[in-house]
């Protein structure tokens, strides 16, 4: 790579490995130009980056693609991985506007459904609790002694529940201590709610393992509800804006 030719430099490294080569890359980088990364953890290192970009002379952004494979390598790669998957942007105090706004159009570009702003503190929260956690799951799940003739006998659920317990060992072990704070408090919440349901069938207690049920139930029901009407909402405004460069290319 030419020194100081690039006006965006995208890191897409474990974050272990990010870290020390940023420090290492940031003299040679061009005045004025971006640096994102991919990380899948923010916190500390999107505060310590904003500071040492700007003084550098440079703009950081950390950013978090929320799409993946249980299978890892180039040869494990997919032409549309990034297709209307979501796309994270973690701004904090001294983050450039206009760098956020590159950024977000680049991901648009690219193909994101979705562009979240958040704070690097509560991206590391909801990624304990919306990847890590279910990584977590699937790997415990197969530890059972029918796992041998479960292809026979499985359906949908299954295949949910187990694939991503194909996780690499080493970068799903870094990223779980990396973050061990937050996910052990949503892996606490996890076994006192499977508690209430093995309390149920030890007591033989079927009113309250129905009720455990519908509750799951009405959560879920509530999410997808909510999915639903933010799909409403972002396809009417792709709607309007190709309305408007309709408009746009008709005056011209």
Known sequence: MEDGIYDVCIV???????QPCIKQALPFLKKGS???????????????????????GLYYVGTHPMA?????????????????ANFIITPTYGTSNEAVERVSALAKEIGFGKLVLTTPHRHDDMIAYTS????????????DDCMDDA???????????????????KMWASLFMDNRL??????????????EYRTALELQ??????????????????????????????????NEAAKEETKKEQNA
């Open 12 to 18: 897409c490294l474990h974050h272990r490995i990010a």
């Open 34 to 56: 971006i640096l994102m990364d991919m990380c899948g953890l923010k916190g500390q290192m999107v505060l310590e980056f904003t500071n040492a970009c700007r003084m550098a």
């Open 68 to 84: 993946g494979r249980e299978k890892s390598g180039y040869y494990a790669s997919i032409p549309n991985l990034f297709d209307g």
């Open 132 to 143: 890590q956690l279910a990584h977590i799951v699937s790997s415990a799940y197969v530890k």
């Open 151 to 169: 292809v026979s006998f499985s359906g949908g659920s299954f295949q949910d529940m187990t694939r991503v317990a194909t996780m690499d060992e």
């Open 182 to 195: 937050l996910l052990l408090h949503h892996l606490e919440l996890l076994i006192a709610h499977l508690s």
């Open 205 to 238: 207690d079927e009113s309250a393992l129905q009720l455990l049920i519908a509750d799951g139930r009405r959560v879920q029901e509530e999410n997808v509800r909510k999915r639903k009407r933010a799909l409403e909402e972002r396809a009417q405004l792709l």
